[in-house]
């Protein structure tokens, strides 16, 4: 099979297109693409755990780990003990990192825009469909 042929290669090439387009939309603020995704799931649900939000976001234990220290040390959340539960730790959000909720939506609806501009709304829905069942199918569990 020719590379060119291969999903996996497909794929990882048009992932790394996209997230350099997010990248380049969401660094005036400050922020990473992974740190967005744990801000808009935190602007959803506010004080999720480290686990949930793995989970959310399809990432192991110690990429988010990561990934919300950096937030932490940038004051866009902090990690509480969930008094229900010692052993859980409740990520919040901060002042800042709620203030950042309206310009990274628009940052992110343009990157949006921009990686899709050549499809039609059609097209764009049914890329976004076979994706998901493409990692539905290939998920094991």
């Not at 350099?20 to 740190?35: C, D, M, R």
């Not at 859980?88 to 990157?111: S, W």
């Amino acid at each position: 099979m020719e590379l060119e042929q291969c999903v996996n290669f497909v794929l990882t090439k048009a992932q790394n297109a996209v997230h350099q387009l997010f990248k380049a939309e969401l660094a005036p603020y400050g922020v990473t693409p992974g740190q967005y995704g744990v801000l808009r799931c935190l602007w959803d649900q506010n004080g999720m755990t480290a686990k949930q939000l793995a989970d959310r976001l399809s990432l192991d234990g110690s990429t988010i780990t990561g990934i919300l220290d950096r937030m932490e040390q940038r004051g866009l959340i902090e990690r509480h003990t969930d008094p229900k539960d010692r052993r859980a730790l409740k990520v919040m959000l901060t002042e800042h990192g709620l203030r950042l909720k309206e310009p990274l939506t628009k940052a992110i609806e343009e990157a949006n825009r921009k990686a899709l501009r050549s499809f039609s709304q059609e097209q764009a829905q049914l890329l976004k469909k076979l994706l998901d069942e493409i990692s539905e199918t290939t998920t094991t569990k």
